[in-house]
């Protein structure tokens, strides 16, 4: 039998669907994501914890969910909201049904919500706090998304990183269909030898970065955001990779005093919430965005060639380019709104970008970073 459910706005505002997944009350920061497809993807990056996130696309689940595609062992958003779930998923490759995936990890999914409306709220006002229940009323459930605590001044690295470290060792061989007429009989192309070893710093590490990483050449030793740059250094890595994560980049001191020592001591590569964490480390700063970058169709440019790329990004903070010194070129902006998509240093060799050049499913028009950050160690060791 349906269960109703409502998700209510710190504003006030309201909308009544029905539940899948788990039952219950839960609250976080809602924003929205605009790809069409990944859900899965997006229901297992790290960096959406303490966020309930709404798809735009209208219909979710279709494709059902496989272990393949995880980007993390166990979802991280607060809550689904979408407009309509499929309940019977077609795909050669599914597992398990959307529905009953959120089940088992006890994640509330809500349906039958007007998701343009939301999306066009929060574009109007910006993201803010919601709660998503089963068991509450209209004014319980408000009072419970406004009690909740904001996305800015939050730690969530602390939560999501890695307890220990590990070399990753998890499959990485790029899949494609076999081709007999070619005479390729399996469905995984070879990876290549292993050029350099660095070491990545865990905030939220996505799998699929470690995966490009290795199938560019890496062999990658993941350690936990709480690790000094001395123990790194220790390591005599070729480089060093900051990856992706949740929460504030400004709350980050801890992070931010390690990440300086490592400037010009080791060839550095930051994604996303590493590209903010290099800013704070450079002595810049952050600002929060309106309603944050999310989805797989965000225009960029690259100021150093002219290009124009079409990018996967998870961010609701970004770069205030103001407040980078003079030895710190922005190398990449947003078109939508102008803001910071890149950076590099001018004299050490360290660059960073917002987005995510290893976005599973795509686009994959960022694919060469990988391939820049393997050039920059070798320049580096020459």
């Given at each position: 039998?349906?269960?109703?459910?409502?998700?209510?706005?710190?504003?006030g505002?309201?909308?009544?669907?029905?539940?899948?997944?788990?039952?219950?009350?839960?609250?976080?920061?809602?924003?929205?994501?605009?790809?069409?497809?990944?859900?899965?993807?997006?229901?297992?990056?790290?960096?959406?914890?303490?966020?309930?996130?709404?798809?735009?696309?209208?219909?979710?689940?279709?494709?059902?969910?496989?272990?393949?595609?995880?980007?993390?062992?166990?979802?991280?958003?607060?809550?689904?909201?979408?407009?309509?779930?499929?309940?019977?998923?077609?795909?050669?490759?599914?597992?398990?049904?959307?529905?009953?995936?959120?089940?088992?990890?006890?994640?509330?999914?809500?349906?039958?919500?007007?998701?343009?409306?939301?999306?066009?709220?929060?574009?109007?006002?910006?993201?803010?706090?919601?709660?998503?229940?089963?068991?509450?009323?209209?004014?319980?459930?408000?009072?419970?998304?406004?009690?909740?605590?904001?996305?800015?001044?939050?730690?969530?690295?602390?939560?999501?990183?890695?307890?220990?470290?590990?070399?990753?060792?998890g499959?990485?061989?790029?899949?494609?269909?076999?081709?007999?007429?070619?005479?390729?009989?399996?469905?995984?192309?070879?990876?290549?030898?292993?050029?350099?070893?660095?070491?990545?710093?865990?905030?939220?590490?996505?799998?699929?970065?470690?995966?490009?990483?290795?199938?560019?050449?890496?062999?990658?030793?993941?350690?936990?955001?709480?690790t000094?740059?001395?123990?790194?250094?220790?390591?005599?890595?070729?480089?060093?990779?900051?990856?992706?994560?949740?929460?504030?980049?400004?709350?980050?001191?801890?992070?931010?005093?390690?990440i300086?020592?490592?400037?010009?001591?080791?060839?550095?590569?930051?994604?996303?919430?590493?590209?903010?964490?290099?800013?704070?480390?450079?002595g810049?700063?952050?600002?929060?965005?309106?309603?944050?970058?999310?989805?797989?169709?965000q225009?960029?440019?690259?100021?150093?060639?002219?290009?124009?790329?079409?990018?996967?990004?998870?961010?609701?903070?970004?770069?205030?380019?103001?407040?980078?010194?003079?030895?710190?070129?922005?190398?990449?902006?947003?078109?939508?709104?102008?803001t910071?998509?890149?950076?590099?240093?001018?004299?050490?060799?360290?660059?960073?970008?917002?987005?995510?050049?290893e976005?599973?499913?795509?686009?994959?028009?960022?694919?060469?970073?990988?391939?820049?950050?393997?050039?920059?160690?070798?320049?580096?060791?020459?």
């Amino acid at each position: 039998m349906p269960v109703n459910a409502i998700l209510a706005l710190e504003d006030g505002r309201c909308f009544e669907g029905t539940a899948f997944g788990a039952i219950g009350t839960t609250t976080g920061e809602i924003c929205f994501n605009t790809s069409m497809t990944g859900y899965q993807e997006v229901i297992t990056d790290p960096s959406y914890r303490g966020q309930i996130v709404a798809m735009t696309y209208p219909q979710i689940g279709n494709y059902g969910v496989n272990p393949a595609d995880a980007e993390s062992a166990a979802p991280h958003i607060r809550a689904f909201v979408i407009g309509e779930l499929c309940e019977v998923p077609s795909n050669w490759r599914s597992t398990q049904s959307l529905n009953d995936y959120l089940a088992e990890h006890g994640i509330l999914g809500i349906e039958g919500i007007d998701t343009r409306a939301l999306t066009k709220h929060l574009r109007s006002l910006g993201a803010m706090r919601a709660c998503v229940t089963t068991a509450l009323n209209r004014d319980a459930a408000i009072a419970a998304a406004t009690a909740s605590p904001p996305m800015a001044g939050m730690d969530y690295v602390r939560e999501v990183s890695t307890p220990d470290g590990y070399l990753w060792t998890g499959e990485s061989r790029r899949w494609r269909l076999a081709n007999a007429s070619t005479g390729e009989d399996t469905n995984y192309a070879d990876l290549p030898p292993v050029r350099h070893r660095i070491v990545a710093y865990d905030f939220g590490l996505k799998y699929n970065i470690l995966r490009r990483l290795r199938q560019a050449g890496f062999e990658v030793e993941v350690v936990n955001s709480r690790t000094s740059a001395t123990e790194v250094l220790a390591k005599n890595p070729d480089g060093v990779f900051l990856s992706n994560g949740p929460g504030d980049p400004a709350a980050l001191d801890y992070i931010h005093q390690e990440i300086r020592q490592l400037l010009g001591e080791t060839p550095i590569f930051g994604i996303c919430l590493g590209n903010q964490i290099l800013a704070h480390a450079f002595g810049g700063g952050t600002f929060k965005l309106k309603f944050g970058h999310r989805g797989g169709n965000q225009p960029v440019k690259d100021l150093r060639s002219g290009k124009i790329a079409i990018t996967s990004q998870n961010h609701g903070f970004a770069v205030d380019p103001a407040s980078l010194p003079d030895d710190v070129e922005v190398t990449h902006i947003n078109l939508n709104d102008g803001t910071v998509e890149g950076m590099r240093h001018r004299t050490h060799p360290v660059f960073s970008v917002q987005y995510h050049p290893e976005a599973a499913p795509g686009p994959h028009d960022a694919n060469y970073f990988f391939q820049e950050f393997a050039d920059l160690i070798d320049n580096a060791k020459h």
